[in-house]
């Protein structure tokens, strides 16, 4: 309260009450050994100290009442050793849950953390591009999956990775790091967009075998991903490779059309195919906005099993107010369209992206 932890106040308010009713109760019943349940209720909201001091006050509480009325009925000795030892299992209580949670925020931190490092915040008009993003898990405690983007300005302009890991949980976590860690490097030095493909191919069947070369079993481990490039020498033209992946949307205030699909295999399974995936040249202006997103928006279902038409739904949110197409309304849109569409149960990890280049004057880093 302002700034103030009020957390004593309840036990305190409890320990008065208990002390007050018993004055005024008959004197063959007494209630003043009911104070034993004020450190346990300490031991739930407040410190360690906090209790301590409230198991002192309720013993100190305890022995005056109940001596303050020497003609009426007292609880004695008993009660006293039972006010003590409930002081004393509330205080030892208080300290495993003190400890609990200081263990559970580090891991919070541990976990904020490993999303900073994989989903990495971004300023605005990074490699001169407006974006926005939503972020949901599937697993409500969780704070990163298996869903990864990013974007990358470089020597031979920004390019974008969003993309969906085959399964759950560290595992995917780990494969969605390795592949965003090589388009870092790949997408700011490689001039073509194919040897930026070409370098996470490698990237994912590295990292497979590696974690069978210790013993964990992924041979089945893939992801799927679409890689874009801005090129800075044709600003009304995007290229485009598809490993498997959900085609991006490209929505303006007239309407929605989606990008061909690209017919490449998702990452990981080059070996199944001799031809890499093609680059798709297509029109992109810069007052058009390109929507990806992962599966959890495309095949999330309603109580009757209904896909989420998202096409349907972005058509008829842009009849209504054309400005849905700017980046940061759009992921609005989508994230609660998705939500409210499957009554807020998420079957896999969302991601929605949208990114808009900038006009030149407004270009930034």
């Not at 004055?23 to 301590?52: D, E, H, K, Q, Y």
């Not at 999956?145 to 993309?163: K, M, N």
């Amino acid at each position: 309260m302002r700034g103030r932890n009020v957390a004593w106040v309840p036990p305190l308010l409890l320990l008065v009450g208990i002390a007050l009713l018993d004055a005024n109760t008959s004197g063959r019943f007494r209630i003043i050994s009911w104070v034993v349940v004020v450190p346990a209720v300490a031991a739930a909201i407040c410190g360690v100290l906090g209790t301590v001091a409230l198991g002192l006050m309720s013993l100190c509480t305890y022995s005056v009442v109940d001596t303050s009325w020497p003609h009426q009925y007292q609880t004695g000795l008993p009660d006293f050793v039972l006010v003590v030892a409930g002081g004393v299992l509330a205080t030892l209580a208080c300290s495993l849950r003190v400890r609990g949670e200081r263990r559970m925020l580090h891991m919070r931190d541990v976990a904020e953390t490993t999303r900073r490092t994989v989903l990495r915040p971004m300023p605005p008009g990074w490699g001169g591009l407006d974006h926005a993003a939503v972020y949901l898990t599937a697993d409500s405690e969780a704070r990163v999956g298996g869903d990864f983007y990013d974007i990358q300005p470089g020597l031979h302009g920004t390019r974008l990775l969003l993309g969906d890991v085959q399964g759950k949980g560290l595992a995917a976590v780990e494969a969605a790091a390795a592949l965003l860690g090589t388009f870092r490097e790949a997408a700011y030095h490689e001039r073509v967009l194919d040897t930026v493909a070409g370098r996470l191919e490698v990237r994912m069947l590295r990292h497979v075998r590696y974690c069978a070369a210790v013993g964990r079993d992924e041979g089945d481990r893939f992801a799927t991903a679409v890689l874009v490039a801005f090129p800075e020498d044709t600003p009304s033209t995007v290229e485009v490779i598809n490993f498997g992946h959900e085609p991006p949307l490209v929505v303006t205030a007239d309407g929605v059309r989606s990008l061909p699909p690209g017919d490449g295999l998702p990452l990981g399974l080059s070996e199944l195919t001799l031809a890499p995936p093609p680059v798709l040249r297509v029109p992109l202006t810069p007052g058009e906005t390109l929507l990806l997103v992962t599966d959890g928006v495309t095949e999330a279902r309603d109580a009757a099993g209904e896909f989420f038409p998202l096409r349907d739904a972005l058509t008829k949110a842009l009849a209504r107010d054309p400005r849905t197409a700017e980046p940061h309304l759009l992921v609005r849109f989508v994230r609660d369209g998705t939500l409210d569409h499957c009554g807020g149960r998420l079957a896999d990890d969302t991601t929605i992206f949208a990114v808009r280049r900038r006009a030149r004057g407004e270009r930034g880093t």
